[in-house]
């Protein structure tokens, strides 16, 4: 079946504006995971939803960042006043459960804020 | 915070030959992943150990995991210029959420 899917690949935006990245997870799977990851890092967690809820949020960064999965399914991630320290690329895994289970990464979001 | 560590190498071989990558981390843990990573986008699971295992392999790949020092190696064999990526070890936190190293930048000139 389809992977995970993320749009856009590529978002170019200006500091102070709102950004909205979107995840598919693959069907079926519950639990769903945000990651961001810098120039020449490894990813570092933002937030997990298991279900419609936010499991666990204690990743992102500061109050301008937000995250919904209203349905279970897809799920949005939301900057607000965005800021140059916000560019990387943002990604999106989901597992069918959330023990333990391998999580299937989608391919990315590369934000760039100038 | 970050728990797996990759000693922060770029490893750049010829292909056919082996390459090496270590992790090392700080917590308990109940398994290890290796994840590989193409061009600074999504992550592709390579292979999990758990901590009862000392080895496993898959493929061309060879990983082992000593928990007595908590530490992991990645082993390529005959590698190929399509193993060309960043590897990662990453270990589970709570709530299932992965912690990443920095990576490894492995080269393979063909």
């Known amino acids: 079946g389809a992977g995970v899917s993320q749009t856009p690949s590529n978002k170019v935006t200006e500091k102070g504006k709102y950004v909205e990245l979107r995840c598919d997870p693959i069907?079926?799977?519950?639990?769903l995971y945000w990651y961001r990851q810098s120039l020449g890092q490894g990813p570092e967690f933002l937030i997990y939803?298991?279900?419609?809820?936010?499991?666990?949020d204690s990743g992102l960064p500061n109050d301008r960042f937000f995250a919904v999965r209203p349905e279970g399914s897809v799920s949005t991630l939301k900057i607000q006043r965005t800021e140059r320290g916000d560019s990387a690329v943002y990604l999106c895994?989901?597992?069918?459960?959330?023990?333990?289970?391998?999580?299937?990464f989608g391919p990315g979001t590369r934000l760039t804020v100038l | 915070s970050q728990q797996g560590e990759e000693d922060p190498q770029a490893l750049s071989i010829q292909e056919g030959e082996n390459a090496t990558m270590n992790c090392s981390y700080k917590?308990?843990?109940?398994?290890l992943q290796w994840y590989r990573q193409n061009s600074g986008r999504g992550l592709v699971h390579l292979i999990l150990?758990?901590?009862?295992?000392r080895e496993k392999h898959s493929g061309r790949l060879r990983v082992t995991l000593d928990t007595s020092k908590k530490s992991s190696s990645l082993l390529i064999t005959a590698s190929r210029a399509a193993d060309t990526a960043s590897y990662f070890c990453?270990?589970?936190?709570?709530?299932?959420?992965?912690?990443f190293g920095k990576g490894n930048q492995v080269v393979v000139i063909p």
């Open positions: 895994a989901s597992s069918s459960t959330s023990r333990e289970d391998t999580q299937y």
């Open positions: 069907s079926g799977h519950t639990a």
């Open positions: 939803f298991q279900g419609t809820g936010a499991a666990d």
């Open positions: 917590t308990s843990i109940n398994n």
């Open positions: 150990i758990r901590s009862n295992e």
């Open positions: 990453a270990t589970i936190q709570g709530n299932n959420r992965l912690a």
